[in-house]
């Protein structure tokens, strides 16, 4: 079971750090995925990180604000959330796939529950 935590009510540049664990199961070796949806729009992947190489990928809408990193001795993925803005408010996810890497929700094989980020202005 993963869970996703961490959110919260912050404003415009402020900064956010969530995390995502496991129990029951290593994270070592998945890579995973962060997806946000706010309202009335669909999921989208925004960042996500390799189980081995640690090799990473982060769409426009947050690259250079986004850090995504794992500490698999804590069995934990972090996004690092800063110079936010009023459009980072979403549900945000996170995910894990065992095969594969990338922004594409099928390739996920667990999700967390999602905690609200709300970043007002």
């Known amino acids: 079971q993963l869970q996703a935590f961490g959110g919260g009510l912050v404003q415009s540049g402020g900064s956010l750090r969530l995390s995502c664990t496991a129990s029951g199961f290593s994270l070592d070796y998945y890579a995973i995925g962060w997806f946000r949806q706010a309202p009335g729009k669909e999921r989208e992947g925004i960042s996500c990180?390799?189980?081995?190489?640690?090799?990473?990928y982060y769409a426009e809408s947050v690259k250079g604000r986004f850090t995504i990193s794992r500490d698999n001795a804590k069995n934990t993925v972090t996004l690092q959330m800063n110079s936010l803005k009023p459009e980072d408010t979403a549900v945000y996810y996170c995910?894990?796939?065992?095969?594969?890497?990338?922004?594409?929700?099928?390739?996920?094989?667990?999700w967390g529950q999602g905690t609200q980020v709300t970043v007002s202005s």
């Open positions: 990180i390799g189980s081995k190489d640690g090799r990473t």
């Open positions: 995910a894990a796939s065992l095969s594969s890497f990338g922004r594409e929700e099928y390739i996920y094989d667990y």
